[in-house]
Each structure stands twice: as structure tokens, then as C-alpha cells.
């Protein structure tokens, strides 16, 4: 018997992985449920069990490659009575797909049950104020525009539809590129750099870029001057020589200029990841930031009082991230528009409460994983998950479980010194809050008596939320919730 293993869904928005090492070559026994792949997603880097007990007779799939989700990588061979995991219906070779404009599910599936709960149980109300355009739906084999047919055999991936309705690109325009992606298929670059010359005044005229030449890498020219003025404008001639750095990405502002003695360095994977998702959220959501200042008198002597006794009993420290995460999860209970997502028109009020927080990693950059089910946790059981999941984290040994479902995020932007600052919300969250570090200061005390200046730890904190569905007041309310709770911390 021949079983087939498949790229799996590593999350409920992850809609491909690449395939960095396969531990096992074709001819090589394996058993059932042990290593024998490691792939990364835009979430997590991850081992993938076999699913049967077996030899490989076949890999589909090199190593660096990114495909879809459901693709089928390998073939295992195995013997009558052989272990074999549960196996559904033949699934059938799968189109490698390019980084982000992979075809993902489509946007309608945002309203799946799968939310990270134990139960998954979710809300679904229509949203009728003003919001993102409709999705376009799929590209049909051919369409019918002003009379004449039109063929096209591009996939438009969600992404490349919703950047469409955003940029005021039609169908029939789109279906008039020539795509640079798989096979022709028109990309998120295809569809911006159309937008961005239209909007030039530029001609309208379909790119006449071959389907199978891939983009040109970026090139480096040195000891050239660019033609035309640049942003920002090029040291003075008395500099010295200087060099033009092109890239071809659609988050590029064109030409970059390089001068004399600069260095250019390629992002790593991880940081390619993170301005990719940081990218498509503010492209995705209308970012807005409200603040607030919060007593931190309470907490801090609670925390005081309590840590060393705290450490010897359950083994992990009491941070303050700890109380930010158990208080937001008490006003979230009571805001649930804060605790959302959008699809469309609808808007997704999630039961389960399930907070993400930010962890910087010993390699460079950040990850998000999810503490599930906060609002039934009490502080202890809140720390404990936050410890256990930031040492998971640093140790890359997250599994897909541990970075998916979130509902909400925290990001504690004092932990070095910094006062306030404005995240950019978590897709596909509504919201995200940013903590800041604690200062001892001066601040106006009101009592019956009188007024009164008195030395109290204090601490900004900030609200991004998408105005798609929160407006100032909304956000102002929840905002002075979570500060109260905070502030009259009783533990």
C-alpha cells in the first residue's frame, strides 16, 4: 500500500510552508510518527512526523521550495498490517506557490469554528458601516469585457483580490497582465506596480514581461549616479562615488540610493517574514492609536510583596507582563468587539479569549506565541503559561498550536525604557496593546481635603485598533476599563 504525505495546515492562516530538510532520502525506511521533514512557515519553523510505517519510493518536493498547503510531497511504501496514520481521500499534486501570494482559503473561511478554543465557538454579525470592499470573486477561464472575451488563466489569490478592490483595479484590467508569477499568474507586485502607475498618469498598458522570466534579483551599480532625484537626495558630489541599489519588490520605493562606504544587506528569512505580515496588516487595516496613563501603585507593591514567594513556589517569575495579560483578559470579557476579527462585511466576535504576547528571540526578531483560554486563568496560572510559552519560544521549540488561534496581543514595548509606542495590530486581531515601562513621577493626587502632589509609578499605555469596526469611543471606554482594572489590581 502507498501512502501520501502532504504539506499540512500548520495554522488556521498559514497557507503554505517551505520545505527546509528532509532528514530522509528515498529508499530509507521510516517509522510511523517519526521526524523525517523540517519546514518553515511565515509562523513557525517545525518538524513533520511520517504518516505511516514504510519506505519512501518517491519526494516530490526539494528542499527550499514553498508550496501550498495539501500538496503532496512523498510517497511511503508500505507492508499489509503496517502502522499508518489516518489517511483521507488521494489528494493530487499541487502547484509550487511564490512566498505570499500562495492560494490561500478564501476570506469567507475566516468564519470557520477553528478559533483555538476547546470549543471553537464564535460570532458572526453582518458589519454594514463603511469597510474594505467586497472580495472579488474568482477569476472565471474567460470573461466577457466591453464585447470582447478576455482569456486568462491566472488564480487571483485572495490577497491579490482584496489589493485589487483597495487600489480600485478591476477585473478586466487585471486580466489584461501578463503575471510574473507561476505560469503568468498575476501577483500582489503586479497588481501594485499597476496600481502605482495608473495613479502616475502612467499608460495602462499590460506589462509585456514573460510568464516564465522570473523577476530580475536586486542589482547593484556602483560608482553611478541616478539620472533623476532621488528620496532621500544623494550626498553631494564632493562625496566621493555612490551606487544604486534596485529592488523588485512591491514594498520598495523604487530606487534606493547607496553611498560611498555603505553596506547593503539582504534581509534573513525571519525579518522577511515579519515585514511581509507587518506590511499586509497596515495594508489591511485602518491603524488608529489611543493612549492612556495608568497607577501602577498597587501592582507594583503587590509584585513586590509577592515575587520571591511566587518564584519558590511555581518555579517561574512574576513579571509584570503577567498582570497586563490578566487584566485584558477581564476587559476583553466585557468589550467584544475588541476581541474580533473582519471578514468582509462580518464581523467575528471570538468566544475564546486568547491573548498572544511579543518574545524577542536570541537569533533576531519576534514571535508571537498564545496563551489560550486567559479569561479562566487566575495570575498564577496566567504567569506560568506566559513562562512556559517565552522558553518554548527561545528554545525554537513552538509548535503550530502555540502560535495560532490568538484573539488579541500584548506587546510590552518598556521593557527597555521606552515610555509609549504604537504596535501595528496582529492580523487577523482588531487590536493590539503596547505596554511602557513604569517611571516613579511626580503626578496631582485628589483627596476630600485637597489636592496633593505625590511620587507614584506610572505607566503609559496604548491601544492600535482597526477603525474598520472601533471607532475613538469604544476604544476610549475599553481603555479606561483595562486602566481601572489595573490600577485597583486587588490580587
Known amino acids: 500500500m502507498k501512502v501520501e504525505m502532504v504539506m499540512p495546515q500548520m495554522g488556521e492562516s498559514i497557507a503554505e510552508g517551505t520545505i527546509l530538510k528532509w532528514r530522509k532520502g528515498v529508499g530509507e525506511m521510516v517509522t510511523l510518527d517519526e521526524d523525517i521533514l523540517e519546514i518553515s512557515t511565515d509562523k513557525v519553523d517545525t518538524e513533520i512526523p511520517s504518516p505511516a510505517t514504510g519506505k519512501i519510493v518517491e519526494i516530490l518536493v526539494k528542499e ?109 484590467e487585471v486580466n489584461r497582465l501578463v503575471g510574473s508569477g507561476e505560469g503568468g499568474r498575476v501577483t500582489k507586485k503586479d497588481v501594485l506596480d499597476y496600481a502605482a502607475a495608473k495613479k502616475a498618469g502612467a499608460s495602462a498598458a499590460p506589462t509585456t514581461k514573460q510568464p516564465s522570466t522570473p523577476p530580475s534579483p536586486p542589482s547593484i551599480e556602483v560608482g553611478a549616479r541616478p539620472s533623476a532625484p532621488l528620496s532621500p537626495p544623494p550626498p553631494p558630489a564632493s562625496s566621493g562615488g555612490m551606487a544604486t541599489a534596485t529592488g523588485g519588490d512591491a514594498r520598495s520605493t523604487g530606487t534606493v540610493w547607496v553611498g560611498q562606504g555603505d553596506t547593503v544587506v539582504e534581509m534573513d528569512r525571519m ?176 483627596t476630600d481635603d485637597g489636592d496633593f502632589i505625590a511620587i507614584k509609578p506610572m505607566m503609559m499605555i496604548s491601544l492600535s485598533y482597526d477603525h474598520r469596526i472601533i471607532d475613538g469611543a469604544l476604544a476610549g471606554r475599553f481603555m479606561a476599563r483595562l486602566s481601572q482594572l489595573l490600577a485597583n489590581f486587588e490580587g
Open 64 to 172: 527550499g521550495t514553498t508550496v501550498a498547503i495539501k500538496t503532496l510531497l512523498a510517497i511511503i511504501e508500505t507492508e499489509a498490517g503496517a502502522a499508518v496514520a489516518g489517511t483521507g481521500e488521494p489528494l493530487a499534486k499541487a502547484p509550487v506557490v511564490e512566498s505570499d501570494e500562495a492560494p490561500g482559503r478564501p476570506p469567507a473561511q475566516l468564519s470557520s469554528p477553528h478559533d483555538g478554543s476547546a470549543d471553537g465557538g464564535i460570532v458572526v454579525k453582518e458589519f454594514k458601516r463603511h469597510s474594505e470592499a467586497p472580495a472579488i470573486p474568482p477569476t472565471p477561464p474567460s470573461i466577457e469585457a466591453g464585447g470582447t472575451t478576455v482569456k486568462t488563466s491566472n488564480f487571483l489569490s485572495p490577497l491579490v483580490q482584496r489589493i485589487m478592490a483597495e487600489e480600485g483595479v478591476s477585473l478586466d
Open 271 to 446: 525579518r522577511k517574514m515579519i515585514a511581509d505580515h507587518m506590511v499586509r496588516s497596515v495594508h489591511t487595516s485602518p491603524h488608529v492609536v489611543s493612549f492612556a496613563e495608568v497607577d501602577m501603585s498597587k501592582i507594583v507593591k503587590h509584585r513586590e510583596a509577592t515575587k520571591d514567594a511566587f518564584k519558590a513556589k511555581e518555579g517561574v517569575n512574576l513579571t509584570y507582563t503577567s498582570y497586563f495579560i490578566y487584566c485584558a483578559a477581564k476587559a476583553l470579557k466585557e468589550f467584544p468587539y475588541i476581541n474580533a476579527s473582519v471578514d468582509g462585511y462580518n464581523v467575528i466576535l471570538r468566544k475564546a479569549v486568547n491573548i498572544g504576547f511579543a518574545v524577542e528571540l536570541p537569533t533576531g526578531g519576534l514571535i508571537v506565541p498564545v496563551i489560550k483560554g486567559v479569561d479562566a486563568l487566575n495570575l498564577t496560572g496566567v504567569a506560568r503559561g506566559l513562562s512556559d510559552l517565552a522558553d518554548k519560544a527561545r528554545a525554537n521549540r513552538l509548535d503550530p498550536n502555540d502560535i495560532s488561534g490568538g484573539t488579541f496581543t500584548v506587546t510590552n514595548v518598556g521593557t527597555f525604557g521606552n515610555i509609549a509606542g504604537a504596535p501595528i495590530i496582529n492580523q487577523p486581531q482588531v487590536a493590539i496593546l503596547g505596554t511602557g515601562a513604569i517611571k516613579k513621577r511626580p503626578v496631582v493626587v485628589e
